[in-house]
């Protein structure tokens, strides 16, 4: 039958042995079929290696894959895979399909899932299996290597080992597999563990948060506990490792300027491909169109000194860069932690002679500029093209000092309002920086051109 179903649908996956081959081989040529074939070859497979299929985040069509299984087939590998993806994957699967896919697992699975599901997107206990390893602090090395053999299995990860107090049940110790085979068998296992105190989340805590204790630690998994101290469940390094990719894909889309994507590019509809983008196009257009109205406001000048609207866009595209330059430093700064929010005035201290330095930069090579094309008689920027450049060097530094400063500044401003600061995207402070250049371009080349131009 599995032949016959190979040989039906795709000759390339008909070259693969299923039972035996590479599991990431087998996702990458079933995320090519539809997900009614992939079904059906799914299915078709052992219980043991169908749920190692399903239990791969690679596999982008799981979810549909599962829901076009029968329900006694799907609920049976279901509650073989690890409770927190078999929580993801019906999270994705519509209603009544779900409520009676729930109802058929086992009562462990279908405890945990309801547990998992109860937690906040983005926290720690929304991204945690309660498959762990735990012993009780007065068993021996021998006793815990003997119990991880009987349940590996059915564990997650047997690389974290937690070693509870054994009358309360709290966590008192984390004991690492390499430390365990490498300590004698006859001593306690506490022997194996390190002096230092276990590093732990809570289940609220943030994944990103959790991310940071991984890289910091160098950790492979980190135990979840509750209130007293009592372990429900752990983070592993691929659930991490999965959250940084997603956090990453969401702030890069950010960055560009639209809504997080929360399905594949590919999938995503095209009317929800339009709300995520039309919103934030649509009010970064609203607040170009207060470009048009600050040089409405400065049309006289614009009149007197038609040589000015020459350098308005090499103005405007400065600002926009220094500041988009500002912005991605200090979200990145704040996502890996090395900065917070009580930081800002040590960053308005940094930005600021930066920002000055970086305009003197740019100012000096329009001035040059300017002063180069009119000796060379490459243009003729008239008989008062001495304050011309000067107006255009001196706008360039205010301009790159602005927009440094917004720049760094208005992350600090999102997170403070609630908002992810990735929400600051480069095009949103440009918009702004435009604006507010073209203020002080106009104003600094009142000043200078007052009497002569203007």
């Keep these: ?66 829901a076009n299984m029968p329900l006694e087939r799907a609920a049976t590998l279901l509650s073989g895979m690890s409770a927190d993806r078999a929580t993801d994957l019906l999270g994705e699967i519509e209603e009544p399909q779900r409520s009676q896919l729930i109802e058929r697992l086992d009562s462990e699975t279908r405890t945990a899932v309801s547990h998992l599901a109860g937690y906040p997107e983005g926290s720690a206990g929304a991204i ?25 299995k059915s ?25 365990l085979i490498t300590t004698n068998p006859s001593e306690p296992v506490l022997a194996a563990a390190r002096h230092s105190k276990p590093v732990t989340v809570k289940p609220t805590t943030d994944r990103e948060d959790a991310a940071r204790l991984f890289s910091k630690y160098d950790l492979i998994a ?35 300027g639209m809504e997080a994507l929360d399905e594949p590019y590919m999938e995503i509809s095209f009317l929800r491909m339009m709300r995520k983008r039309a919103g934030w196009l649509s009010a970064l257009f609203i607040g170009e169109m207060l470009t048009a109205t600050a040089m409405q406001h400065f049309e006289t000048e614009l009149e007197k000194a038609i ?50 330095s970086l305009g003197l930069i740019l100012g000096s090579l329009g001035f040059i500029r300017i002063t180069a094309w009119q000796l060379f008689g490459l243009h003729d920027y008239g008989q008062f093209w001495f304050l011309v450049a000067l107006t ?33 995207s480069a095009p949103f402070v440009a918009t702004l920086v435009d604006v507010t250049g073209l203020v002080i371009y106009f104003t600094i080349a009142s000043v200078i051109l007052h009497g002569t131009l203007l």
């Design 128 to 152: 945690m299996t309660t498959e762990v390893v735990s012993v009780p602090a007065n068993w021996t090395v021998a006793q815990t290597l003997d119990h991880i053999r009987q349940v590996e």
């Design 155 to 179: 564990r997650e990860t047997i690389y974290t080992i937690c070693v509870l107090h054994p009358e309360t049940g709290a966590l008192l110790q984390t004991v690492t597999l390499r430390r």
């Design 1 to 66: 039958m599995e032949k016959n179903l190979l040989d039906e649908r795709s000759a390339d996956v008909a070259e693969l042995d299923l039972e035996r081959g590479h599991v990431a081989d087998i996702v990458e040529h079933l995320n090519e079929q539809e997900p009614e074939d992939a079904a059906d070859v799914v299915a078709s497979l052992s219980d043991d290696r169908a749920v190692e299929l399903l239990d791969q985040p690679e596999f982008e069509d799981a979810a549909e894959v599962v």
């Design 307 to 356: 040589v000015l609207t020459l350098f308005i866009p090499l103005i405007m595209s400065s600002g926009g860069n220094s500041g988009s330059q500002a912005t991605s430093l200090i979200i990145r700064a704040l996502a890996l932690g090395e900065i917070r929010l009580k930081d800002w005035w040590r960053v308005a201290l940094r930005e600021l002679p930066s920002g000055f």
């Design 222 to 256: 980190v135990p979840v506990v509750d209130e007293r101290h009592h372990v429900i469940g752990i983070v592993t390094v691929d659930d991490i490792i999965d959250t940084i990719l997603e956090e990453s894909t969401e702030d890069v889309q950010k960055f560009g």
């Design 392 to 424: 255009v060097g001196c706008g360039l530094v205010g301009i790159v000092l602005f927009g440094s400063m917004a720049g760094s500044m208005l992350p600090f401003v999102m997170k403070r309002l609630g908002f992810d600061p990735a929400s600051a």
